[in-house]
């Protein structure tokens, strides 16, 4: 089959390299891609937050299967467009989309679910947040309502910090704030694959939000993650599954908006037991790679079966012994205001490191045709090794090749689960 991917970072990257290597794709076409996926797929230029555009190019290209990455244009509308057209498509429709667009939507359907999650309250004025602060008391934990690109939370234990991004965010047109009681235990992700009534989940991962070792400094878009969890409790996956997605999914789909795509489900593994922190619509970017990297089974078959319902009949997941550890290079000033125009050197030798791939998140080509960096996270490296240990050698052996002037990554992704120090 032919696979449209629609999205230009590191996620879609993974998913291009994840797609192509399956026996049943001949061809993959990415829209707008990066210079990392020119290598793999066809990359054409396009806004990809335009439906009719998208549709266009699937029929041009006679594609078989169209995957949306991120989350703007699913909450566009983009995947109703093209299912209109007639392409089955990998991704939720606007309304169902509408679980990471809108967070007091997601606790709304929490709650109807019955899902275990944090006690929150939606404000719409700065008196409300204020008040909800009290109420809860710190560390505070205050999210933007909609879309903010992974940069939506604060969790702080200043009520003066907590109060202003209130402020920001209600400052938006429609803007409104979900102050949330905050989750203690260790977080984690599992991405939960659905054709809008069955669900299957990947094997769980831990990101690394804070920009700084030992989780310090403001909240990134992720800056490394590793899978699997040897500290996560047997069944875990299965057990979100039954508690979390299945009765989320169930409810989408009872009130009209059946859910087709992957629900990220971010989770705290609290003293009171698993509790939802979030939902996402989309893979996650770097925690997604180290997910999917392990799975042995066909992937671009396993998201068609989503695609056109028919994951029931797909069969148990297959997975390799191996570990995964991704590590992100960031641009100088990022989180703040990343500096961005520097040329990227090394990635040759990193890619000579055994196990490992260097993804693409924020690069471009200058006039030159050279490599140069294009956001505040440039590459993430992705290693594969037989234990935690391994793994994470070889993903800073990788790093430590790359040139970037003024970059910056943390050096203690997985480091903590390595040593054994990690507890629920």
Request: hydrophobic letters at 45%; proline letters at 6%; glycine letters at 12%.
């Amino acid at each position: 089959m032919k696979v449209l991917v629609l999205g230009s970072g590191a996620r879609e990257h993974a998913l291009v390299k994840a797609i192509a290597a399956d026996p049943e794709v001949d061809a993959v076409i990415a829209a707008p891609g990066n210079p990392g996926i020119d290598a793999t797929a066809l990359c054409v230029p396009l806004d990809i937050l335009d439906g009719e555009a998208v549709a266009s190019l699937a029929r041009e290209h006679e594609v078989d299967l169209v995957v949306v990455g991120p989350e703007a244009p699913l909450v566009a509308g983009v995947a109703d467009v093209c299912r209109s057209a007639g392409f089955p498509v990998f991704g939720p429709s606007a309304g169902a989309a509408l679980l990471e667009g809108s967070k007091s939507f997601a606790k709304e359907i929490m709650a109807a679910a019955e899902v275990p999650t944090a006690l929150a309250h939606i404000c719409t004025t700065i008196e409300e947040v204020g008040s909800a602060l009290d109420a809860f008391g710190p560390p505070y934990v205050v999210k933007d309502d909609g879309l903010a690109a992974g940069k939506g939370v604060v969790v702080t234990e200043s009520r003066e910090a907590a109060l202003q991004h209130g402020e920001r965010s209600l400052a938006k047109a429609g803007g409104r704030v979900v102050v949330e009681e905050y989750l203690d235990g260790p977080e984690l992700s599992v991405f939960c694959i659905s054709d809008g009534t069955h669900v299957v989940a990947l094997e769980p991962a831990q990101d690394f939000k804070r920009v700084g070792d030992g989780d310090l400094g403001p909240n990134t878009g992720g800056m490394g993650a590793y899978s699997p969890l040897d500290w996560a409790p047997p069944g875990l996956a299965e057990d979100v599954v039954a508690r979390v997605a299945q009765p989320t999914i169930d409810e989408m789909h009872r009130r009209g908006t059946p859910f087709v795509g992957v629900l990220y489900v971010g989770l705290a593994l609290t003293k009171r037991g698993p509790k939802v922190i979030e939902f996402n619509v989309r893979f996650g970017d770097p925690d997604g790679h180290a997910s999917f990297v392990r799975l042995e089974s066909p992937f671009a078959q396993l998201l068609f079966a989503a695609a056109t319902g028919e994951l029931e009949g797909f069969g148990r997941l297959r997975w390799a012994d191996d570990y995964a550890v991704v590590v992100v290079i960031a641009s100088e000033g990022y989180p703040g205001a990343p500096r961005t125009g520097d040329p990227i050197t090394g990635l040759d030798a990193a890619g000579e490191v055994p196990g490992v791939v260097v993804l693409h998140a924020g690069t471009k080509r200058d006039d030159s045709g050279a490599l140069i960096s294009a956001g505040g996270r440039v590459l993430n490296v992705v290693a594969v090794g037989s234990d935690l240990g391994k793994a994470r050698s070889a993903a800073y052996d990788a790093v430590s090749v790359v040139e970037l002037p003024g970059s910056h990554h943390r050096t203690d992704i997985a480091l903590r689960a390595e040593l054994g120090e990690i507890t629920v």
